[in-house]
């Protein structure tokens, strides 16, 4: 059964630097796609970004570029994202979920709140 | 602003037939397949419909998908009071090299 399990919620100021974890089960972290995708209250879904298994890099949607960092554990089947230099507007819910673009995103970590405010 | 395009509501009454739209372009929709996800309060998305019109196991069959060129829409039947949630569209792009989302529409079941 795979599973994907987060970390808790985190409150941070204009500035700071938070990092989500996501701990996977039932399945090797390397073998599969583990994407982050954020969502602000009453938005819609925002991708940040993932490790491409591929290439063994992380690729970045342009907009988080320079301010994101996404990593891998293998040993301990956990992936990270790291988001710098926060705002106000990145106060959303961040979820990491596994897939790739055939079969979609099929197992979502349960979220984790991340608020920035001063 | 969502590079997926979906009306932000729509709603129906018990055991009518409701749509979603969603609409791309040649780089995401035209070239890739997409995915649905239904999101109910408080939770994460979980998919509805992968590969165009595929219903992972467990999903009713009065859920269904098409696309055709650059549009896809999602098709509720019969529906149901449990029906009422967030309904995302998705599809990878090529550009971007990584998913784009619609902004969601909210179903209310009258």
């Known amino acids: 059964q795979v599973q994907l399990v987060q970390s808790g919620p985190e409150a941070k100021k204009p500035g700071a630097s938070v990092r989500v974890s996501c701990k996977a089960s039932?399945?090797?972290?390397?073998?599969?796609?583990i994407h982050w995708v954020r969502q602000a209250a009453g938005q819609g879904l925002e991708w940040v970004g993932w490790?491409?298994?591929?290439?063994?890099?992380?690729d970045y949607a342009p907009k988080f570029q320079g301010r994101v960092t996404i990593t891998t554990n293998t040993s301990i089947t956990t992936g990270y994202m790291e988001l710098r230099s926060l705002t106000s507007e990145d106060t959303a819910v961040y979820y990491c979920a596994s897939g790739d673009s055939s079969s979609g995103f099929d197992h979502w970590g349960q979220g984790t709140l991340v608020t920035v405010s001063s | 602003q969502s590079v997926l395009t979906q009306p932000p509501s729509a709603s129906g009454t018990p055991g009518q037939r409701v749509t979603i739209s969603c609409s791309g372009s040649?780089?995401?929709?035209?070239?890739?397949?997409v995915h649905w996800y239904q999101q109910f309060p408080g939770a994460a998305p979980q998919v509805l419909i992968y590969?165009?019109?595929e219903r992972p196991l467990g999903v009713p069959e009065r859920f269904s998908g098409s696309k055709s060129g650059t549009s896809a829409s999602l098709a509720i039947s019969g529906l149901r009071s449990e029906d009422e949630a967030d309904y995302h569209c998705?599809?990878?792009?090529?550009?971007?090299?990584?998913?784009?989302f619609g902004g969601g529409t909210k179903l209310t079941v009258l």
């Open positions: 590969r165009n019109n």
């Open positions: 998705a599809a990878w792009d090529d550009g971007l090299n990584g998913p784009v």
């Open positions: 039932g399945y090797t972290v390397s073998k599969y796609h």
């Open positions: 040649s780089s995401n929709i035209a070239s890739n397949y």
């Open positions: 490790m491409n298994p591929n290439s063994g890099n992380p």
